[in-house]
């Protein structure tokens, strides 16, 4: 079976998902981009260029995604990778029309979009799955079988903490200073750290935050300067605002400071900010009874540590011995190169880049083909989504919120103004 499909969003990530759908069909064919889609028709024709160079085949370029939608009338599915506003609107159109729909993350704009697109996929009993990259990358694999297998014991803190800085505004977008678009670092990037907390520490209950907008005056600044390994991928963009006098006010919250109960009872500390001028700060820990997981940045290749209390470090093979059954699955394996047990592995960015996004394709296509549940689905989805609007929630009204909650809509202050504006309210 060969599921064709088609792309809405053309902009940067539209070209990234372009060379992941590329990347995937090196190692299975069973996918087939039908047509693109953006407002901007210079966008939809670039990545139709890039897919016909190296597939041979050119996908047709719509501006009209309702147009789209009827005159291609063999496609299975449709992805959906505009700007986060956009989401819920697309998704459920083609839901609704029938197609399995993969989203980009987050998956809505907010708890009730988000909630609207599973309703809809449930009423159409079509697939939708949230393109969320970075748990896929096999060192994030390896970190969680290296927790499940006990390797620090019981897990029973996390830390992931990133604080950058610049005045520019994120990837020198103009929806990423909007709150209502769902921009700023804590949505637009936290939504990857707070999947990979669900992920490697499992259900949240409760988040008590303090958040802010600390630098509302921003410039925009070429991606070269806001992210030079993306920078290639933005440069065909075009973007429906105007930008005005070189910068933007944002008041998208730009700094997030949350403690987390985990269901487990475990705590952990979210913090996220890119208003800290010529300093930077990582940090992706899970500490537990007996050692602490030093976790691999994602899409970097390298790999997890373990530190012990006696101040030794197991790093590179000698982690596999602690994972003796953990595998990569047969097409993860099939990208890196026919290896299933890797503790490192170099790769440039790029690379990494289109390989996890590839895996997002075989996962929505086996799901399709085999009526199977996405690897992140709508439940997943919304969680994540719901653990950054827990920190925005507890930020807005100074109070601990539980996840489920904001999950249930019951607590959903900070988002009433997004809904209202979007026509949700
Ligand atoms: N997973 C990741 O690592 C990752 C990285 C970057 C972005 N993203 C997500 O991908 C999405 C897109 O981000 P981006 O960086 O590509 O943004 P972008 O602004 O570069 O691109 C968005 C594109 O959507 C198009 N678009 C907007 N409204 C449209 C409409 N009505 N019809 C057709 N096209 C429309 C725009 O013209 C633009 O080309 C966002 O949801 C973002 O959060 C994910």
């Known amino acids: 079976m060969t599921v064709n499909f088609a792309m809405v969003g053309c902009g940067g990530m539209g070209l990234r998902h372009a060379m992941g759908?590329?990347?995937?069909?090196?190692?299975?064919?069973?996918?087939?981009?039908?047509?693109?889609?953006?407002?901007?028709?210079?966008?939809?024709?670039?990545?139709?260029?890039?897919?016909?160079?190296?597939?041979?085949?050119?996908?047709?370029?719509?501006?009209?995604?309702?147009?789209?939608?009827?005159?291609?009338?063999?496609?299975?599915?449709?992805?959906?990778?505009?700007?986060?506003?956009?989401?819920?609107?697309?998704?459920?159109?083609?839901?609704?029309?029938?197609?399995?729909?993969?989203?980009?993350?987050?998956?809505?704009?907010?708890?009730?979009?988000?909630?609207?697109?599973?309703?809809?996929?449930?009423?159409?009993?079509?697939?939708?799955s949230v393109a969320e990259n970075f748990r896929r990358d096999p060192m994030n694999r390896l970190g969680k079988a290296l927790i499940e297998a006990g390797a620090i014991g019981r897990p029973y803190l996390a830390l992931d903490i990133a604080v950058s800085g610049s005045d520019g505004i994120m990837h020198g977008t103009a929806w990423r200073a909007s709150k209502n678009a769902a921009g700023g670092i804590v949505m637009d990037a936290g939504v990857h750290n707070a999947d990979l907390l669900l992920y490697l520490m499992g259900g949240v209950d409760t988040v008590h935050a303090q958040t802010a907008v600390l630098r509302p005056s921003r410039e925009f600044k070429s991606m070269t300067q806001m992210n030079a390994n993306l920078a290639k991928f933005y440069a065909h963009r075009e973007q429906a605002e105007q930008r005005t006098?070189?910068?933007?006010?944002?008041?998208?919250?730009?700094?997030?400071?949350?403690?987390?109960?985990?269901?487990?009872?475990?705590?952990?500390?979210?913090t996220m900010t890119d208003a800290s001028p010529g300093y930077r700060l990582g940090a992706e820990t899970v500490h537990g009874s007996e050692g602490t997981l030093v976790r691999s940045p994602s899409r970097s290749g390298k790999g997890p540590e373990i530190r012990r209390q006696d101040g030794s470090t197991i790093k590179g093979d000698a982690l596999l011995k602690l994972v003796p059954d953990w595998r990569l699955d047969d097409k993860t394996a099939a990208l890196w190169g026919g290896h299933r047990r890797m503790a490192s592995y170099e790769m440039p960015f790029e690379e990494i880049d289109r390989k996890v996004i590839a895996i997002e394709?075989?996962?929505?296509?086996?799901?399709?083909?085999?009526?199977?549940?996405?690897?992140?689905?709508?439940?997943?989805?919304?969680?994540?989504?719901?653990?950054?609007?827990?920190v925005l929630e507890s930020g807005e009204s100074g109070k601990p919120v539980k996840l489920s909650d904001v999950l249930s809509g019951s607590v959903s202050a900070y988002q009433r103004g997004i809904n209202e504006a979007a026509g949700l309210g």
Request: one cysteine or more; aromatic letters at 6%.
């Open 361 to 390: 394709y075989q996962d929505f296509v086996e799901a399709i083909e085999n009526q199977r549940e996405p690897e992140v689905g709508p439940e997943d989805g919304m969680k994540a989504l719901g653990l950054l609007y827990a």
């Open 245 to 270: 006098q070189g910068g933007m006010e944002q008041d998208a919250i730009d700094s997030a400071f949350a403690v987390i109960r985990f269901e487990s009872g475990a705590i952990g500390q979210l």
């Open 21 to 128: 759908y590329i990347e995937a069909r090196r190692t299975f064919e069973s996918l087939n981009l039908a047509a693109v889609c953006d407002l901007h028709e210079a966008a939809a024709e670039r990545i139709a260029d890039e897919v016909e160079k190296a597939t041979g085949r050119r996908p047709k370029a719509y501006t009209d995604f309702q147009r789209m939608l009827e005159q291609e009338r063999g496609l299975d599915a449709v992805e959906v990778v505009t700007d986060t506003r956009m989401h819920h609107s697309f998704a459920i159109q083609a839901l609704e029309a029938g197609k399995h729909v993969m989203t980009e993350k987050p998956m809505g704009l907010t708890i009730r979009a988000s909630q609207m697109m599973a309703d809809a996929a449930k009423k159409a009993d079509r697939i939708l």
